[in-house]
């Protein structure tokens, strides 16, 4: 069966095209490489044995979408993953966001009508809670008023597929993330951040490995524990696998709903602190870092109740902290390695 992945060269994505592809699945990627690498296509082959199809295409444009429809005339379903991501730079140019982000869900969906494709799973984030009155924070709690363009693009994008399912065929299965870290373990394919990184693990492992000074640990002012925020971090293996699962349960239909919404997260909560500590733990390094003001926009907390997920689609994650960092550190000097030749 042939699956197109969408941003299939990107972080998910490429983790989740190896499950796709161990899991016995044809993989078309389309990504237009504005944030991620060609070499990620190979990077797949080198991990699956299998280079999955690739065609490089912008989807904001309906032309090319169709493009891809009229050529892979047996895809399946799609995996929706093709997105900008960065929150700060999402408030700088959000119209560049919204054309974005929206514009290829639109062209999607439209070329998966034409073409009678139904299942979609959509890449959405636990930012739709904000920061949630209840703790862990489950799929009926209330969608918050968006902090950044990004967050509202994820939003918007959930309204846009839930009318859609109202209207149409289209069964969809939204899955909203926790905090994605860590590598694949054979160290080949893992997060690209372009230019200096805006998220912790990434800017941890690249203040260890000597290409940033120190870490800036954005407050410990916090009412938590340590004083520093909680995030539900997840292994990006765990994710993958999760989407393949939801892939499964809609080709198989398998839905209670065509319209389905799924918190992706192990349910546990760990401060930036503890993060840190992991890193040092299984790194045998000695972080550089600092405390700092709080950053604009971050919330306080938040951990996810995975009980659906668990329940539903018979999926928990599997891979602990030390693990994620483990992985991510693995990944860092491979990446340091190959960026030396
Ligand atoms: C952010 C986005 C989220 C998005 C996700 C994508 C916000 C509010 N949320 O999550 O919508 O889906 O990225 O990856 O921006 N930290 C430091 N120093 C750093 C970097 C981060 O202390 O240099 C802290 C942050 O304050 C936070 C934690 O580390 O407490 C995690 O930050 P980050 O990795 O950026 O993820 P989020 O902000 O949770």
Redesign the pocket.
């Known amino acids: 069966m042939k699956i197109l992945v969408t941003g299939g060269a990107g972080y998910i994505g490429s983790h989740t095209v190896v499950e796709l592809q161990q899991a016995g699945y044809d993989v078309v990627v389309a990504d237009n490489l504005i944030n991620s690498e060609k070499a990620v296509i190979e990077s797949i082959g080198e991990i699956t044995a299998v280079v999955p199809d690739f065609e490089e295409v912008d989807l904001s444009d309906p032309s090319q979408t169709e493009s891809i429809f009229e050529k892979h005339s047996d895809l399946a379903a799609v995996i929706h993953f093709a997105a900008l991501?960065a929150?700060?730079d999402s408030v700088k140019r959000p119209l560049e966001y919204y054309r974005n982000n929206v514009f290829s869900l639109i062209n999607l969906l439209n070329s998966m009508k034409k073409h009678g494709v139904n299942p979609f799973v959509f890449s959405s984030?636990?930012?739709v809670y904000g920061q949630p009155n209840i703790l862990p924070v489950n799929e009926n709690s209330p969608r918050k008023d968006a902090?950044?363009p990004?967050?509202n693009t994820?939003k918007i994008a959930e309204d846009i597929l839930k009318d859609e399912v109202d209207a149409s065929s289209l069964q969809c299965i939204a899955l909203r993330?926790f905090?994605?870290?860590g590598a694949h373990p054979s160290a080949i394919i893992g997060e690209l951040p372009l230019g200096i990184?805006?998220?912790?693990?990434p800017?941890i492992t690249q203040t260890a490995i000597g290409q940033r000074e120190k870490?800036?640990?954005?407050?410990n002012d916090y009412e938590t524990k340590d004083g520093?925020?909680?995030?539900d971090y997840i292994h990006v293996v765990d994710l993958a696998q999760a989407h393949v699962i939801a892939l499964k349960r809609l080709l198989e239909n398998k839905q209670k709903d065509p319209w389905e919404v799924f918190n992706l997260g192990t349910g546990n909560g760990f401060t930036?602190l503890e993060?840190i500590r992991s890193f040092e733990k299984v790194s045998g390094e000695t972080l550089n870092y600092e405390i700092s003001g709080?950053?604009a926009?971050?919330?306080e907390k938040?951990w996810a109740d995975t009980g659906l997920a668990n329940r539903e689609l018979g999926w928990k994650a599997e891979r602990d902290l030390d693990e994620m960092m483990h992985s991510a550190w693995k990944w860092e000097k491979a990446l340091q390695i190959k960026n030396k030749h």
């Open positions: 991501k929150v700060g984030s636990c930012t902090e950044s990004y967050g994820k993330y905090n994605p870290i990184p805006d998220n912790l693990v800017f870490l800036m640990v954005f407050g520093t925020p909680i995030r930036v993060v709080r950053r926009g971050d919330i938040v």
